[in-house]
């Protein structure tokens, strides 16, 4: 079997990472198919939310395999031409979750921060270790300041320290904890509500609330002006505010 998965439930992707035995370590490989799936959920207009997750209990991803990373301890380390990475560019305009399970760390961290909403099992823990083998951690470096402020970030990034999941709610790392029995059913209700609602719309909203982060707030209007032209144009739109109109559940087609 695949140690990555991909299934489709109705409008919504689910890329599973399938290496239990491992902690869901991946490989070069499996970035590359984990990047291979995001961009297969990008290219089908039927996918409107793309979930995250690692196979079993005990992980959702314990980063980038060590051993690999080592050449089985040749010393070679990371080289960034070996595996495509989401965290080199790939933009994903659909709404994505991480369902967390069990320990998320290092490049499963990164993982999870490129995705728009963390859930997590009661169960997880969340790490940067990487520091401890001199290792950067470099998306979650540029990444985790705007989640969770500075302070919490740098205690992280240079302690190596693992935090809970009750932790990681406080400080913003994620917006539910639940008990690991009702994640997935927990996420994909989630993901079926986003699924609903109208998909230009999201991917609109997507998109301004990542660029307009950085812009001055003049500048963020003009850009969110730009958007609502853009949103007010689509077909959608106007079946949006027919089916509010008309008191009944509206049909997107997002063509």
């Known amino acids: 079997?695949?140690?990555?998965?991909?299934e489709?439930?109705?409008?919504?992707?689910?890329?599973t990472i399938n290496r239990p035995e491992r902690m869901n370590a991946m490989t070069s490989e499996m970035y590359g198919a984990i990047t291979g799936n995001l961009q297969a959920a990008e290219a089908d207009r039927n996918v409107r939310c793309v979930i995250v997750t690692g196979a079993g209990d005990r992980a959702f991803s314990a980063g980038h395999d060590l051993y690999e990373l080592?050449?089985?301890?040749?010393?070679?380390?990371?080289?960034?031409?070996r595996a495509h990475r989401w965290d080199s560019g790939l933009e994903c305009s659909?709404?994505?979750i991480a369902a967390?399970?069990?320990y998320c760390l290092a490049g499963g961290m990164e993982l999870a921060l490129f995705c728009d909403i963390r859930i997590a099992a009661d169960t997880a823990q969340f790490g940067s270790p990487e520091v401890k083998w001199n290792i950067l951690h470099g998306f979650g470096a540029l990444r985790l300041p705007d989640v969770i402020g500075l302070s919490n970030t740098m205690y992280l990034l240079l302690t190596g320290d693992f935090i809970d999941a009750?932790?990681?709610?406080r400080v913003g790392l994620v917006s539910h904890v639940v008990p690991g029995?009702?994640?997935?059913?927990?996420v994909l209700q989630v993901a079926n509500r986003i699924a609903s609602n109208g998909p230009s719309a999201a991917r609109l909203i997507k998109e301004l609330a990542y660029r307009g982060r950085d812009l001055p707030f003049s500048e963020g209007l003009r850009l969110y002006q730009e958007?609502?032209?853009?949103?007010?144009?689509?077909p959608d739109n106007q079946e949006g505010t027919r089916a509010f109109a008309e008191k009944r559940t509206p049909q997107f087609t997002d063509q």
């Open 1 to 6: 079997m695949s140690d990555v998965l991909y």
């Open 8 to 15: 489709t439930q109705g409008a919504t992707a689910v890329i």
């Open 70 to 81: 080592g050449e089985g301890g040749g010393g070679r380390g990371w080289q960034p031409h």
């Open 94 to 96: 659909k709404p994505t």
């Open 100 to 102: 967390v399970n069990g």
């Open 166 to 169: 009750q932790t990681a709610l």
């Open 181 to 186: 029995s009702e994640l997935m059913p927990t």
């Open 227 to 234: 958007y609502q032209r853009i949103a007010s144009s689509h």
